[in-house]
């Protein structure tokens, strides 16, 4: 399976809204609705933020939200603070018990 | 929920390894588990899932035949078998818990896999 296509960085003002997109294809994030998003930063674990498609792990807030149109998810991070400068990665179910992830997109706050 | 990964190190090429990963605060036995790694500066790579009981093992198709996942329930512990090793095996591998949607929920902190001769 490939990896499912981010683009490299992404950057935004503090208070602003960024989107991030995660385009796949009908085998994994067209075909099912088990996308999910990370957020990761320097030298630590993943951190879980959205789970099919748009759910919020508990704890997680609302300023995250996911959504998915075709074969193309998205991440939304609205009211930009310093404190969200990471890498985000998508991943969506693959069929056949597979999961696969997205490159990551860096997101830098200006 | 506490999950500690062990057993990485430096380790030649051809070699074997078997990573570990200790659970705690949670119901093991009845969570599903995830093997994901991350090579240095790079994203995340799916690697292998396993049933709450072991029965049911799933492999990235890149990997399969050189992993092996399974657990042990009555001690709480998650296994991944990396049979020979490749310079490009070199990662910090993480073991998480899988939730709905196939989601990848709580994470540890990883273990450094160096394979290098």
């Known amino acids: 399976q490939s990896a499912l296509t981010q683009p490299p960085s992404a950057s935004g003002s503090p208070g602003q809204s960024v989107t991030f997109s995660c385009t796949g294809t009908s085998d994994d994030v067209g075909g099912y609705g088990f996308v999910s998003w990370y957020q990761q930063f320097p030298g630590t674990a993943p951190k879980l933020l959205i789970y099919?498609?748009?759910k919020r792990p508990s704890g997680v807030p609302d300023r995250f939200s996911g959504s998915k149109s075709g074969n193309t998810a998205s991440l939304t991070v609205s009211g930009l603070q310093t404190e969200d400068e990471a890498n985000y990665y998508c991943?969506?179910?693959?069929?056949?018990?597979?999961?696969?992830f997205g490159g990551g997109t860096l997101l830098t706050v200006l | 929920v506490q999950l500690v990964e062990s057993g990485g190190g430096v380790v030649q090429p051809a070699t074997s390894l078997r990573l570990s990963c200790a659970a705690s605060g949670f119901t093991f036995r009845t969570s599903a588990m995830h093997w994901v790694r991350q090579a240095p500066g790079k994203g995340l790579e799916w690697l292998a899932v396993?049933?709450?009981?072991?029965?049911?093992?799933y492999y990235a198709d890149s990997e399969r035949g050189r992993v092996t996942i399974s657990r042990d329930n009555s001690k709480n512990t998650l296994y991944l078998q990396l049979n020979s090793l490749r310079t490009d095996d070199t990662a910090v591998y993480y073991c998480a818990t899988r939730t709905f949607g196939y989601a990848a929920e709580y994470w540890g902190q990883g273990t450094l896999v160096t394979v290098s001769s």
């Open positions: 991943a969506s179910y693959a069929g056949r018990n597979n999961l696969v």
């Open positions: 099919e498609v748009d």
């Open positions: 396993i049933s709450y009981d072991g029965v049911h093992k």
